[in-house]
């Protein structure tokens, strides 16, 4: 049998050694997660981020919708791959962080390509369907409850052929586990086996993090 690697922080380490730079204001933002304990697992990986601008700049990305920001790792991440004329709408519900997330963007300058909604994002994405706006990236990673309703709105926000990714996909690995049965794993897997029935799209599960599914609307 094959073996998958796994990831440690060597590895990574050495993936941020042979891939981009990162800019100082993400290195900034880490050590700032860092700095928070259990909480800094909020943010996506490092290599999820260098494939998020791959993805970007190799398909022609302008709007970007994400759900949950956090501190803004992972919208700094995206913006800073976007063209001048681009957009990220971010949508998160803790005006603390989103404060916070707010700042890195002015201190990376890149305020201007990213508008962050604080709110429920099931009533701000009520109030996007009611603008008519279509994104050709959205970015699922906010509270997994969720997660079946922000696909299925989000859904309707994409734009033909536009990739939508959904974050913790595999949840720490336990969604594999017969002896896991909690509510949030039950939900994930709820939501994989879901997704899987979506003729409308292209979709795989990446081992990328702690797993991220990348479905494109065909
Ligand atoms: C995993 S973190 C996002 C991490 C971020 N993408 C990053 O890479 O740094 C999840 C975020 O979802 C937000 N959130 C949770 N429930 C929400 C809701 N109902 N509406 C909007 N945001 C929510 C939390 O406030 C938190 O900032």
């Excluded at 440690?8 to 981009?20: D, T």
């Excluded at 700049?57 to 501190?71: A, D, H, P, Q, S």
């Excluded at 586990?177 to 990446?206: A, G, V, Y």
Aim: hydrophobic share 40%.
């Amino acid at each position: 049998m094959i073996k998958n690697l796994i990831i440690n922080e060597n590895l990574e380490n050495y993936i941020r050694e042979n891939s981009y730079d990162l800019h100082p204001v993400q290195k900034d933002i880490i050590e700032y997660n860092n700095s928070l304990g259990n909480q800094k697992k909020m943010q996506v990986s490092v290599t999820q981020s260098y494939f998020f601008q791959f993805l970007i700049k190799t398909n022609n990305i302008k709007n970007i919708l994400e759900i949950g920001t956090f501190t803004g790792y992972s919208a700094l991440t995206m913006a800073l791959s976007l063209p001048k004329n681009g957009k990220i709408t971010c949508l998160d519900i803790n005006e603390e962080t989103s404060k916070k997330a707010i700042n890195f963007f002015k201190k990376a300058k890149v305020e201007n390509l990213i508008e962050l909604k604080i709110g429920p994002a099931l009533e701000t994405l009520n109030q996007i369907k009611k603008q008519n706006l279509f994104f050709d990236m959205i970015f699922i990673d906010a509270d997994k409850e969720n997660y079946k309703n922000y696909y299925i709105e989000c859904f309707n926000l994409l734009k033909s052929k536009g990739f939508i990714l959904i974050d913790n996909v595999l949840w720490h690995g336990d969604v594999a586990d017969p002896n896991k049965n909690d509510k949030l794993t039950n939900i994930l897997r709820d939501f994989n086996s879901f997704l899987r029935k979506d003729d409308r799209i292209h979709r795989t599960i990446l081992p990328l993090g702690d797993g991220i599914t990348i479905c494109r609307k065909i």
